[in-house]
């Protein structure tokens, strides 16, 4: 089995720390977030973030230039792997780096009881303080039948 969560954000950020998008979250420790933000060089982009036993990570090595308005966001999830895409102006869904071990979102992960399982939602920060709008036009969560790419290798 498989789940796809989705969404659609509308955000303007002029600032590094401005940013929304879609989250796959255990605890304040362990999240991974594919989010639309800024950067200095690049302006409004799309990047991913992971905290795994609280040590901060971004996963791609340059953010992806976005230029709609309107961004779409999708996360799959397979047991443990996750895949981001997103998509811009209708056009086709476009993969966000590689699959991604997301086993640390799992209450068997610590060596201390965890008990709240994985959520998965839509969230925005403006941590500047300028309290920059973020709009999100819908959030889709669903099983889905399909099977996600193989990540093991065959001899």
């Known amino acids: 089995m498989q789940v796809e969560i989705e969404t659609a954000v509308e955000m303007d950020p002029e600032h590094f ?16 977030y594919l989010r639309v933000t800024h950067h200095e060089e690049t302006g409004k982009c799309l990047g991913i973030i992971e905290s795994k036993n609280g040590k901060y990570d971004e996963l791609l090595d340059e953010g ?12 799959e999830i397979q047991n443990e792997w996750l895949h981001f895409y997103f998509a811009e102006n209708n056009h086709e869904w476009q993969k966000v780096g590689g699959p991604i071990d997301i086993g640390h979102l799992s209450d068997d992960d610590a060596d201390y009881i965890r008990f709240t399982g994985t ?3 839509i969230c925005a920060q403006d941590l500047s303080g300028q309290k920059k709008n973020s709009y999100f036009d ?8 399909r099977t996600a790419p193989s990540l093991t290798h065959k001899s």
Request: hydrophobic fraction near 35%; glycine fraction near 6%; avoid cysteine.
């Open 138 to 145: 819908y959030f889709d969560y669903r099983k889905s039948s």
């Open 17 to 32: 720390q401005q940013m929304a998008g879609l989250i796959v979250y255990y605890d304040t420790d362990d999240y991974v």
């Open 64 to 75: 992806i230039p976005l230029t709609s308005s309107s961004t779409k966001l999708k996360a």
């Open 119 to 121: 959520f998965v939602g």
